[in-house]
């Protein structure tokens, strides 16, 4: 007699990756080498994959083929999909339908097809899809939304035709992400210039992308991985070659490495990246589009949660700081007529360059801007002193703010042969009608000063009772800057060290529960940079746990403790994808992957496998393993949650010496945790030790 489980059998898969290829086309216009200063065109072509984890669902099917003396023929097997009411809602395996879930074609185990199929005697068959569900299958429903699928198999055997309908079974599609992408290109870009002998060295520009998250759920490890350009068409042959040298994603430098791990995106949440690019020679981008070619395997455009109508390409004029009390301290994108802001908000400029005088004499000058609006203005207008070798040494505003020095800038441009304009821009939030005046010092730009660069600090939690202790650090080439905060809560301190650093330190109480906004500053006397950072206080927990649980969500702070339950697969995957996620996210990387088979969530986890699971993580911290004698030691006993919270309550931000590297990264590469000067320089590549760890290069 044949026999099958009457279930469909479904699990969440969360680790199904979808890979896009996006193609950045691009068409430059250079000035001819000849006298009559015709165009000449390149066409370059960049590939880039963008990969993020998508939620899907495994359907497994087994038939047992009964029958010693009989093959079970012509078995064919239809899922069914219905919702919560019973209602059958579509699917299918051709990703130019349209339906609410894409069903990859199944793996099949001893059967040949579920089309008209054979199982033969006394074998037992499986089948297993993959199912997706495609954007909007949650109804923008923040629970999620309940589907049934089940499945109607017919077959024939000993002459007969049997039908069985299999049991639904349900799951719950989670809200899904959709990524909007806006690409940034500035227009002119300067390298050697065709019109004199020297030869001018490139100046590098940015390839900028904000991904913001529009979607109902979160969008999760998200990474672009980014090719250097290609030139796919040159008109006359022109001398001309592009590199991509480095990436910057959020502020801070992702060294040598093109890719860009965006981690993790909340909806409606927004993250900047940039690729650091040269050109060999002077030229200006004229046309600049994006396009999207879905990789078919996993659903295509069916399942894709970037919409070609979600895609945009500007042109854009300089990277800008919106310093508005409410904003963050990531440069934010100016266009002609928007500036386009790291939190994802998108504010209207106006160009307010014929509402302009600009008088002075020697290296001050003074700067009118009439009939301001209330939002976002810039300008640009003639540099009165031209090409001198001359920079913005400071621009302060008639009611006292001294301007940040992103929002001012120098720029030329030229067409053909003809000489360079110069020009003076500046970038700023207006009053309604008013006259707004500004105060301009310029200085030879072999006496500029380099303002410091305060490192990225990041919302912090503390606990009432228990001592929060994070180092402040800030890069200055000139020196070393001094840092400071704003007001500070009672009993909390900053106290400086001699290596452009200082230590936060905050013991709060059971009466200074609640959320805090300081504001942390570098400053070097002439300029500065300064980030507002949150600081969550929580009542204390009997249990200290490492920050990054409650940073990352890792675990319900308000679950009540049962260390001696045993632990599920789900609960360790979710702290291990966790703390891979942290790893990834810094400088260093995690240097390892994480391997997910199992689908079976709610299973049991032994010691062995617990093991397995957090080993990388241990080769990462060079760190001994924590746990008493070698991997077969009672490896099959059941985990419980206790050795689960003791296994991974490691700190990958752990710094000992405060000097802003962590014990980790050091430990790599000197075998202790604090030896290395923060501004030394040991391989005398005049990069200190500081900055190698911040590009993720080798300071020895």
Not at 229 to 245: D, E, M
Not at 477 to 492: K, Q, W
Not at 560 to 580: I, T
């Amino acid at each position: 007699m044949p026999s099958m489980n009457r279930y469909l059998s479904t699990s969440g898969c969360r680790f199904i990756w979808m890979r896009l290829i996006w193609f950045c086309l691009i068409m430059l216009k250079w000035p001819a080498l000849a006298e009559d200063s015709l165009c000449q065109s390149v066409q370059l072509e960049i590939i880039q994959n963008l990969t993020l984890e998508r939620q899907a669902f495994e359907a497994t099917l087994r038939i047992n083929n009964g029958y010693d003396d009989a093959v079970l023929s012509n078995v064919t097997i239809n899922l069914q999909f219905s919702d919560a009411n019973n209602q059958p809602v579509s699917s299918s395996s051709d990703t130019n339908d349209v339906a609410l879930f894409y069903v990859k074609p199944p793996v099949l185990t001893d059967i040949d097809a579920i089309d008209n199929g054979t199982i033969q005697e006394a074998k037992s068959a499986i089948i297993k899809w993959l199912i997706i569900p495609v954007p909007g299958a949650a109804n923008s429903n923040s629970a999620g939304t309940v589907y049934n699928i089940g499945a109607r198999l017919a077959y024939w055997a000993n002459g007969q035709e049997q039908l069985v309908d299999v049991q639904p079974d349900s799951i719950n599609v989670r809200p899904l992400p959709s990524l909007q992408l806006h690409y940034f290109l500035p227009g002119d870009v300067y390298g050697d210039d065709p019109f004199t002998q020297d030869i001018e060295p490139p100046i590098a520009f940015s390839l900028g992308l904000r991904i913001k998250n529009i979607g109902y759920g979160a969008a999760n490890q998200v990474r672009i991985d980014s090719g250097q350009p290609q030139i796919t068409a040159n008109s006359n042959g022109l001398l001309v070659a592009f590199a991509i040298l480095t990436g910057d994603l959020h502020g801070r430098s992702t060294g040598k490495s093109l890719l860009l791990n965006y981690g993790s995106l909340a909806a409606q949440e927004s993250i900047m990246g940039r690729w650091v690019m040269t050109a060999s020679l002077c030229g200006r981008f004229t046309n600049f589009s994006a396009a999207i070619s879905h990789d078919d395997e996993l659903g295509g455009r069916l399942t894709s949660l970037i919409q070609a109508t979600n895609m945009y390409t500007h042109l854009h004029l300089h990277d800008v700081l919106v310093d508005l009390p409410d904003r963050d301290r990531v440069r934010d994108f100016l266009t002609s007529d928007y500036v386009y802001e790291s939190d994802g908000e998108d504010s209207p400029v106006s160009n307010l360059s014929d509402s302009v005088s600009f008088a002075g004499t020697g290296g001050q000058y003074t700067l009118m801007v009439s009939n301001t609006p209330s939002g976002f203005f810039y300008i640009r207008t003639q540099n009165p002193l031209g090409g001198q070798d001359m920079v913005v040494k400071q621009v302060t505003r008639s009611d006292g703010k001294r301007m940040d020095l992103a929002n001012v800038w120098l720029s030329k441009t030229r067409d053909g042969s003809d000489p360079w304009q110069h020009f003076f821009q500046l970038f700023d939030a207006g009053l309604s009608n008013r006259t707004q005046t500004y105060f301009v010092v310029f200085e030879n730009s072999a006496n500029a000063n380099s303002a410091p660069v305060l490192h990225y600090i990041g919302p912090r939690t503390a606990y009432a009772g228990q001592n929060l202790m994070f180092a402040v650090s800030a890069y200055d080439p000139d020196g070393h800057p001094l840092l400071s905060t704003g007001p500070l809560p009672a009993n909390a301190s900053l106290t400086n060290n001699v290596n452009s650093s200082a230590v936060f330190s905050w013991t709060p109480s059971a009466t200074q529960i609640g959320q805090y906004r300081i504001k942390f500053m570098a400053s070097d006397g002439l300029s500065g940079d300064s980030e507002y950072v949150t600081l969550n206080v929580k009542e204390g927990c009997p249990a200290r746990y490492p920050e990054w649980w409650d940073a990352c969500g890792a675990i319900a702070t308000n679950a009540e403790p049962n260390d001696y339950a045993f632990v599920n697969l789900g609960q360790v995957h979710n702290l291990a994808v966790q703390a891979y996620r942290l790893f990834t996210n810094l400088p260093g990387g995690a240097g390892f992957d994480i391997q997910w088979s199992s689908q079976n969530d709610f299973s049991a986890v032994n010691i062995g496998q617990l093991k397995q699971i957090s080993t990388g993580f241990y080769d990462q911290l060079y760190s001994p393993y924590p746990w008493l004698g070698g991997f077969s030691t009672n490896d099959y006993a059941i985990a419980n949650i206790g050795q689960v919270k003791n296994l991974f309550s490691f700190n990958p931000l752990q710094d000992s010496d405060f000097d802003g590297m962590p014990d980790w990264w050091e430990m790599n590469f000197c075998g202790s945790a604090t030896e290395l000067d923060p501004d030394a320089d040991p391989n005398t590549n005049e990069v200190s030790n500081l900055r190698e760890y911040l590009r993720n290069t080798n300071p020895l």
